[in-house]
């Protein structure tokens, strides 16, 4: 494939819910553009983007895919990304890469909350939309319902560019409302025909208000037409195609991507009016402390950014970039302007799903990928020169977790290089070892993204593993002082242990730690042993007395002690400031804490009381809800970690899959009575 200059390149990530159609749409798009031979079906797994073993077994896309067609000239990447929420790190990334978002919509079930949701994340970063209105093939569905909803919520921007001639299995052709024209697909291609006699007088009105919509942008338009002038199609085109590019106008097209009907016309519209890498403005790049705007340009000094990292069988880590600034051509040097590091980009690549095929060179604006750099991860910035960085890409953060454990002897070898290679491929994963609960934690979307982690290190690395539930690192305290006397003392024949230490201890302030004081006077313990009586205590705190669990936030003060001048030792000592503490521990009053995590649950307003409601039988202490965008509720509370390790799942089922939260660990409490706590798990 040659290399195309910016102004013909399309960059298109095609986002919407699970199953509204995207994966197809890609397939039929390849097809109609002559880039395959054979129309794959996702249902029998022969679909160019669903080429992961998993995806082609669940039927469901689980990682972003690139596939390129061209298409009047012009190359078009497609970004084909799963819909599933647990993946939705996998959109972020393309979005981040992209021109134009295409949002498939199915027709049969609706606008729906997942599709609001990533229309928040486009418009948050300004990304220009369009709507394909998919599956009208099928039975109960309406075009004309799926529209009002897309314009009552997302705005007058929303610009039906044509309408479905025929419903269900009668739908075989397209009303083209900027020309005035119907295009029927009878004969499996686009044929010039007639609007149907009863549906003329919708499609004029909804012509004319198409018209209007779009010559109100452009003064010199509006005028001309307001003085009687009808402007070409070309000009409505030209002056639409800024007003996407603007993020404010979002035209709605509509077909059916398994018939296919109209899919042609889609790639069409992503070719004419959909915006070019030169269109979208510029990037704001960082280099040292300097920020300068970037605009796409083939000359210039070459800087790249790589949105995804794929573990490849054959070709090993590939990492999948936008060229946004110059020229990359094979065996270009760069250098991460991260780590320093010099890559060399050996073969530069385009894909087509799991196919690579490759090229020369890219120009500004276009995606491609790079097999085997060395150290270069998501996010990263490969530049020419001057260490330049692009914004970076801010992946959703984790909300739930898993324990994970080796299943075998061999698996805990290979264990740790497999998490560490999973983690390069997917942004979103965090793998994290917490000594307190000695547990291995995987943390990710949601149950569906942990297991199909959990499987990838079955079957890219041969691991396998156990999960078990998230332990929560509980701790405890004392509530009021305590004194005791440690006494150790052993005689088995010829040099025996002697060692004794009277120590205090006291409550501190929450998340102090650990203090210790030296009161010893006259030498009763010798100087050197005062080191071990210290290490006794925290060797006493760190492995639990009461419960098991470890002991925090307590100074400590030995005041007192006995030794003998030929059997006392370090190992004597330290015996005797552990025993003192367990005891003095045992007459201070002790409670077990608790990590409580601070909450931010985001939920549509008519689910607040339900939301409400079930986070105070969590125990939470709410602080209070405020109002976000798009009129959703804010609810800020406290809660303790054991309450919340399947909020995930539970917000999910509470909110219909409309709420979503962040957490961060806030501070310690006392567990309250009547509230049990489990064991602590074996040392
Ligand atoms: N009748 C009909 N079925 C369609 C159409 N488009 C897709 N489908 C079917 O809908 C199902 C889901 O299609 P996919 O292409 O996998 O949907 P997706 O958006 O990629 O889904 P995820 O990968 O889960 O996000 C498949 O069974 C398709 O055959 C269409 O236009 N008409
Ligand atoms: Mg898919």
Redesign the pocket.
């Known amino acids: 494939m040659k290399a195309f200059a910016p102004d013909r390149i399309r960059n298109v990530a095609l986002v ?10 890609a397939e039929a798009m390849l097809f109609r553009a002559g880039a395959l031979s054979r129309v794959g ?3 029998d797994g022969s ?1 160019v983007c ?1 080429h992961e073993p998993e995806e082609k077994e669940i ?3 689980l990682t972003t895919a690139l596939a390129v067609l061209e298409w009047q000239g012009h190359k078009i990447n497609l970004l ?5 929420f647990d993946f939705a790190g996998e959109a972020v990334g393309a979005m981040a890469v992209a021109d134009l978002a295409v949002f ?1 919509v199915d027709a049969s079930s609706g606008l729906d909350h997942a599709t609001v949701d990533l229309w928040r994340q486009a418009a948050s970063r300004s990304l220009p939309r369009l709507l394909f209105v ?5 039975e109960y569905t309406s075009f004309e319902t799926v529209l009002a909803d897309l314009q009552e919520t997302f705005g007058a921007g929303v610009a039906p560019l044509e309408i479905p001639i025929g419903v269900a299995e009668g739908f075989h052709g397209i009303a083209d409302l900027l020309t005035d024209t119907a295009w029927i697909y009878d004969s499996g291609h686009a044929e010039l025909g007639e609007i149907p006699e009863e549906m003329e007088e919708c499609e004029a009105r909804i012509h004319d208000a198409l018209v209007e919509n779009i010559v109100v942008a452009d003064d010199a338009l509006l005028e001309r037409y307001l003085d009687g002038d009808i402007p070409s199609v070309e000009e409505l085109e030209r002056v639409m195609g800024r007003g996407v590019a603007a993020g404010t106008v979002f035209p709605v097209v509509c ?6 009907i109209a899919v042609d016309r889609l790639c069409n519209y992503i070719v004419e009016v959909g915006p070019s890498p030169l269109d979208r403005p510029p990037v704001t790049i960082t280099v040292g402390t300097t920020e300068t705007p970037l605009t796409p340009d083939p000359d210039a000094d070459p800087l790249i950014q790589v949105f995804k990292t794929a573990v490849d069988p054959y070709l090993g880590h590939v990492s999948y970039f936008r060229v946004l600034t110059g020229s990359i051509r094979r065996d270009i040097h760069l250098t991460n302007s991260r780590t320093g590091d010099d890559e060399r980009l050996r073969a530069i690549m385009t894909l087509q799903g799991g196919d690579s095929v490759e090229v020369d060179a890219l120009l500004a604006g276009d995606i491609g990928a790079v097999a085997k750099l060395a150290a270069t991860l998501t996010g990263d910035s490969l530049s020419g020169a001057g260490r330049a960085q692009a914004p970076p890409i801010v992946f959703p953060t984790p909300v739930m977790s898993t324990a994970v454990t080796a299943r075998s002897r061999t698996d805990e070898d290979k264990l740790a290089n497999a998490l560490h290679r999973i983690v390069e491929e997917d942004p979103v994963l965090r793998v994290h070892r917490d000594e307190a609960t000695r547990q291995t934690l995987l943390s990710g979307l949601g149950e569906s993204h942990l297991r199909s982690v959990i499987s990838k290190l079955e079957r890219k690395f041969g691991v396998t593993v156990d999960t078990e539930d998230v332990r929560v690192a509980y701790r405890e305290t004392i509530t009021g002082p305590a004194t005791a006397e440690g006494k150790y003392k052993k005689q088995s024949g010829g040099h025996g242990q002697f060692g004794v230490a009277s120590i205090r201890i006291e409550p501190v302030l929450p998340g102090a730690g650990f203090e210790f004081v030296d009161e010893v006077r006259g030498g009763v313990i010798p100087r050197q042993y005062i080191p071990a009586v210290e290490a006794g205590i925290r060797d006493a705190m760190d492995h639990g007395c009461g419960s098991g669990y470890p002991v925090v936030d307590i100074r400590a003060t030995v005041f007192d002690g006995r030794h003998h001048s030929v059997d006392s030792s370090e190992m004597s000592f330290k015996m005797a400031g552990r025993l003192a503490f367990q005891e003095a521990f045992a007459k201070g009053s002790p409670v077990v804490l608790e990590p409580v995590i601070a909450v931010e649950v985001t939920v549509p307003a008519e689910c607040l009381g339900d939301v409400m409601g079930d986070l105070s039988s969590r125990r939470a202490t709410v602080q209070g809800s405020i109002l976000g965008d798009w009129g959703e509720q804010v609810v800020s509370a406290t809660v303790p970690e054991s309450e919340m390790l399947r909020y995930a799942i539970d917000l999910r089922s509470i909110t219909g899959g409309r709420g979503r939260f962040s957490a961060v660990h806030d501070h310690y409490s006392r567990v309250p009575p009547g509230v049990k706590v489990p064991e602590p798990p074996e040392r």
Do not use: M
């Open positions: 919407g819910p699970p199953g509204s159609g995207k994966t197809s749409l079906r996702v249902e679909t669903d039927g469901h896309s084909d990304t799963p819909g599933a498939v998919n599956k009208l093939d099928r077909g059916s991507a398994t018939i296919p």
